[in-house]
Structure formats: structure tokens, C-alpha cells
């Protein structure tokens, strides 16, 4: 088992894929997806290859920003999405600083999506991810 590495440029077309499968494949509308963020500051990176390796599902994409990483877990709610959080504390033997949003429960487009990101971290744990300014919507 392992996640799936893909470019952070790549970001915002990663959640639209993933939006685009969801719309057509889940009619329910439930929690289609859930972005997992975590800050992996201060942790050896053999050791986050490690724990990504032996947590994520290979239908599971990951995204960093330095030590900033997202996990996009297809029909993962945030229920599902907290248990691997709590495995990954328990991998790096420290409680992360983390956030969870599903699609579409918390935004309909990859903008409304990583906005509310970027907001959610900023006023929960008082600190800015500057590096999804790059998705941000033009108005």
C-alpha cells in the first residue's frame, strides 16, 4: 500500500479530477472525498516515506509544500480521514497539526475547497499556508 505523489502545481487539477469522479460516480452526494492536511515539520523525511508507504491506499494521492503535505482520500469522510490522521500521530509519535474538508460538505470547486484550507489553518492553528496562494480565485 502506498499514496500516490503528485506535483503541488498539480494541486488544484488533482481536487478537480477527483471532483469530476465524484460528480460521476457518487450520486449520493455524500463526502465523496476528504483532504487531509498535516504539517510534517521537524520529522525525518525517511520517516514520513515510511509511514506513507505503510499507511495510505494506493487510491490515496499526496501533495507537499515542504513539510506542508495534503492527502486526497477518495470516499474517505472525515470520520475515515481522522482515523488515518490518528495512525499517522501514532507513526511519528506526535500529535500533527492538522485539518480535514470534504468534498462537497465544504466546497464545490478546487478554489472553494483550498480557500477554505487556507483559512481553516490559518485561524485554527495561527499560521498561514502562503503556498496555496497559487490557487486562490482571481476576482
Same mark, same amino acid.
Given at each position: 500500500?502506498?499514496?500516490?505523489?503528485?506535483?503541488?502545481? +498539480?494541486? %488544484?487539477?488533482?481536487?478537480?479530477?477527483?471532483?469530476?469522479?465524484?460528480?460521476? @460516480?457518487?450520486?449520493?452526494?455524500?463526502? &465523496?472525498? *476528504?483532504?487531509? $492536511?498535516?504539517?510534517?515539520?521537524?520529522?525525518?523525511?525517511? /520517516? #514520513?516515506? $515510511?509511514? @506513507? =508507504?505503510?499507511?495510505?491506499? *494506493? &487510491?490515496?494521492?499526496?501533495?507537499?509544500?515542504?513539510?506542508?503535505?495534503?492527502? /486526497?482520500?477518495? $470516499? *474517505?469522510?472525515? $470520520?475515515?480521514?481522522? #482515523?488515518?490522521? !490518528?495512525?499517522?500521530?501514532?507513526?511519528?509519535?506526535?500529535?500533527?497539526?492538522?485539518?480535514? @474538508? &470534504?468534498?462537497?460538505?465544504?466546497? =464545490? %470547486?478546487? =478554489? +472553494?475547497?483550498?480557500?477554505?484550507?487556507?483559512? &481553516? /489553518?490559518? /485561524?485554527?492553528? !495561527?499560521?498561514?499556508?502562503?503556498?496555496? +496562494?497559487?490557487?486562490?480565485?482571481?476576482?
Amino acid at each position: 500500500m502506498a499514496g500516490i505523489h503528485f506535483s503541488f502545481i +498539480d494541486f %488544484k487539477q488533482l481536487l478537480a479530477l477527483n471532483i469530476g469522479i465524484a460528480d460521476r @460516480l457518487d450520486e449520493n452526494r455524500a463526502e &465523496s472525498f *476528504t483532504i487531509l $492536511y498535516c504539517n510534517l515539520e521537524g520529522i525525518d523525511q525517511d /520517516v #514520513i516515506d $515510511y509511514a @506513507l =508507504e505503510n499507511i495510505l491506499r *494506493t &487510491s490515496d494521492s499526496i501533495v507537499n509544500h515542504e513539510k506542508n503535505y495534503f492527502f /486526497v482520500l477518495p $470516499y *474517505t469522510d472525515k $470520520y475515515g480521514a481522522e #482515523i488515518v490522521k !490518528k495512525m499517522f500521530d501514532e507513526a511519528f509519535a506526535k500529535f500533527l497539526n492538522s485539518f480535514l @474538508l &470534504s468534498y462537497p460538505a465544504d466546497g =464545490e %470547486k478546487p =478554489e +472553494d475547497l483550498l480557500g477554505a484550507m487556507q483559512d &481553516s /489553518v490559518s /485561524v485554527f492553528w !495561527k499560521y498561514d499556508l502562503p503556498c496555496l +496562494d497559487r490557487f486562490a480565485k482571481v476576482i
